[in-house]
């Protein structure tokens, strides 16, 4: 079994907006922090972390999902159906793309989108317990609709563990996937369609993360659970699936006696797609780490 190599660079200026921000993601090649208000945090590689919007949306109204869609833009879908397209520039702005739209609201859910169809998938909003409704929303980027369910509901659906499922487009089906444990569902646009998934012990459930590579057409997904780490490519056929660990990832910094199995990745972390690597930040310590994932996709 590989294991994954760390680069260590930093401490990184303006560390301490880690601890508000969400979500890391790559927007037209920059690297911005996120969160559910609506914040937006942009990264310079000498100045560190700066912020560029303070809260953009009501009170009571949260992002729930954030995803690069229409014309590469970083888009923001919130609670209340309401769609935003962040434009870059010498600053950093959130447009009004679609206004709220109340009856396809949602809580807690995950989703994907799908450039072959140009939609939106928005998958299992969240119930009070921790497991997910069976239901999903797909926008157009005009108009919201509800997707058809699977035959049957998906196998982990009462499961209250967070990463139980992954939504993730796959570029060589041209589809967008939800990956259980047991199970992959395959969408079309309108309706799931499910099929057996081999190994899906590899993908535990509480933590992952998708990194999608274009080029050879291949879903990893980064995969935590307690102390262990593990690169997990998907094969996505037809009528089956598999899930392969290819690499496992080594802690890339220990901080007390306590958290000897604790792994920097998932302090907050993010995929480059225009390098294939695995970036994390660590908040402790604010140190930034980077790991190649090139071998790991394949030509």
């Not at 998958?123 to 005009?142: A, C, H, I, L, Y």
Request: proline share 6%; hydrophobic share 40%; charged share 25%.
């Amino acid at each position: 079994m590989e294991t994954l190599t760390w680069q260590k660079d930093g401490p990184v200026e303006g560390r301490q907006a880690l601890s508000s921000i969400r979500e890391i993601v790559y927007a037209r090649g920059q690297l911005v922090g996120v969160n559910v208000y609506g914040e937006v945090w942009r990264f310079d590689d000498k100045l560190g972390w700066r912020v560029e919007i303070k809260s953009a949306i009501p009170s009571g109204v949260g992002i729930q999902v954030y995803a690069n869609a229409w014309d590469d833009k970083l888009c923001g879908f919130g609670s209340d159906g309401r769609v935003l397209t962040l434009e870059q520039g010498t600053a950093l702005t959130w447009r009004t793309h679609s206004e709220p739209e109340p009856k396809f609201a949602f809580k807690g859910p995950i989703g994907a989108y799908d450039p072959s169809r140009k939609i939106m998938v928005v998958w299992g909003p969240k119930k009070s317990d921790g497991s997910r409704k069976d239901e999903t929303f797909v926008f157009d980027g005009n108009l919201w609709k509800k997707g058809k369910k699977a035959k049957a509901p998906p196998a982990e659906l009462a499961k209250t563990d967070g990463g139980a499922f992954t939504v993730v487009y796959d570029p060589a089906g041209k589809q967008v996937v939800r990956v259980g444990v047991t199970e992959v569902a395959y969408f079309d646009g309108t309706s799931w369609r499910t099929v057996p998934l081999g190994n899906g012990k590899a993908l535990g459930t509480w933590e992952r993360m998708p990194c999608v590579d274009e080029a050879s057409k291949t879903v990893l997904l980064i995969q935590r659970h307690v102390s262990d780490l593990n690169v997990v490519k998907l094969e996505l056929g037809p009528e089956s699936a598999r899930a392969v660990v290819v690499a496992t990832v080594p802690s890339a910094v220990t901080r007390n006696p306590n958290d000897a199995g604790g792994n920097v990745a998932f302090d907050q972390h993010a995929y480059d797609p225009a390098r294939r690597q695995l970036v994390a930040f660590d908040t402790k310590l604010g140190f930034r780490y980077v790991a190649d994932l090139a071998p790991y996709f394949g030509s």
